[in-house]
Each structure stands twice: as C-alpha cells, then as structure tokens.
C-alpha cells in the first residue's frame, strides 16, 4: 500500500459537471500553491471494506515544490519513502530492499503525488470533486491501483490525507505538529542507499 503512494487517482447536464469539476480542480490547485512546503507527523488506520481495523501506525511527512516528498512510517513496521525531484526510492529495512522508480511513474501510480506535481498534462488524468475543504482526487484510468484519494485542509493547513485501493481499503493519515522546513530538513529529500541492500529498478529508460 505504501508503495502505492510513491509509486498515491460525461447536453448540458454534462458541461455543469465538467464546470464544476474544473472549478474544484483549480480551487485544489490554489490551496496547494499555498503550501510552498511542510514537515508533519501523521497517525495512520487502514480499514477494510467491512470497516475493520486491520492496522495502525504513525510516522513523519514532509513536502516540497515541486516533485519532493518525503514519507517515513515508524511504527508497526519502518518504511521509507523519497522522492528527491527526480526518482523516487522506496526502502523496506526489514527486507533490506530498495526499488527506484521515476517521478512520473510515481504519479501515475497514486493521485496522491499531485500535491507536488503541477503539470498540467498530468492534472488532466485526474478527476477532481470537493466538499468544503475536502477535495477527491480519483484517475480517470480505473487501472490505477488507488481508485481514490480525498485531501482536506483547515485554511491552508493540510490536515488529512484518505487513500482508497482497488480492494475496498482505505488508509486515513490525520497530520499534526505542522510547521515548515527549515534549511536542515530539506535533506529529508536525498536519499541514500544503505550498504549491503539489493536495489530494483524500475526507472523507465526514456526521459521523464
């Protein structure tokens, strides 16, 4: 599921829809052009699709514009995941793995890398609807594997992040402690391969 989120989104009846589609996906745009970065800690629990409990954590989040994103769970299980502008690195320590994919496979991956991506051509592969400050992002290809990602923000604090997959589970991250980067964290996007640790990449070979 993680991996997901480097690797986490039709007369006249019709044209209000896509008007109001367009309204929300620019509304989106605005209130993350207010968020230039940030550093959170984040209370994770994932459901079924019976609404079980079947998992709990918490860890750290960090963002930068553009394309920089820093993910570290830190309990039940440690995992890493950086995106460092260009690539993206997901490192599972227990299984002394890393993969490696680029940026843009990461965004097609989960809508969840829009909030920093601001590529128009990429925006346009995405659904996007609000409610108040809450906004749904889902992709138009229904081969994704997150069907759904809902964002929500108090003002311009971005507060909650909802992941919804193609099994019906739905991983909600609450963020607390929010501040801004300082000069120090933006190392949080540089990743480093550990010693002794098997890399799989799966960087696509042409450009991004």
């Known amino acids: 599921m993680n991996k997901l989120i480097a690797i986490a989104i039709v007369s006249l009846p019709l044209l209000t829809h896509f008007s109001a589609q367009a309204d929300a996906s620019e509304q989106l745009k605005v209130k993350?052009?207010?968020?230039?970065?940030?550093?959170?800690?984040?209370?994770?629990?994932?459901?079924?699709?019976?609404?079980?409990?079947?998992?709990?954590?918490?860890?750290?989040?960090?963002?930068?514009?553009?394309?920089?994103?820093?993910?570290?769970?830190?309990?039940?299980?440690?995992?890493?995941?950086?995106?460092?502008?260009?690539?993206?690195?997901?490192?599972?320590?227990?299984?002394?793995?890393?993969?490696?994919?680029?940026?843009?496979?990461?965004?097609?991956?989960?809508?969840?890398?829009?909030?920093?991506?601001?590529?128009?051509?990429?925006?346009?592969?995405?659904?996007?609807?609000?409610t108040d400050q809450c906004f749904a992002i889902s992709p138009i290809d229904k081969d994704a594997g997150v069907s759904e990602v809902e964002v929500c923000f108090n003002e311009t604090t971005l507060t909650e992040m909802v992941l919804k997959d193609q099994q019906g589970n739905t991983s909600s991250f609450l963020l607390s402690e929010q501040t801004t980067l300082d000069k120090s964290e933006k190392n949080l996007f540089k990743f480093v391969v550990p010693e002794d640790v098997d890399i799989d990449d799966q960087r696509l070979k042409s450009p991004n």
């Open 32 to 130: 993350l052009a207010e968020i230039d970065n940030l550093k959170a800690n984040f209370s994770q629990t994932v459901t079924d699709i019976n609404d079980k409990v079947i998992q709990t954590g918490e860890g750290v989040f960090a963002l930068a514009q553009p394309n920089q994103f820093y993910w570290h769970l830190t309990a039940p299980d440690e995992s890493l995941i950086v995106a460092d502008g260009t690539d993206v690195w997901i490192y599972n320590p227990f299984n002394e793995e890393v993969s490696v994919m680029d940026v843009n496979q990461a965004i097609s991956a989960s809508p969840i890398a829009l909030l920093v991506h601001d590529d128009a051509k990429t925006w346009a592969q995405y659904q996007v609807t609000n």
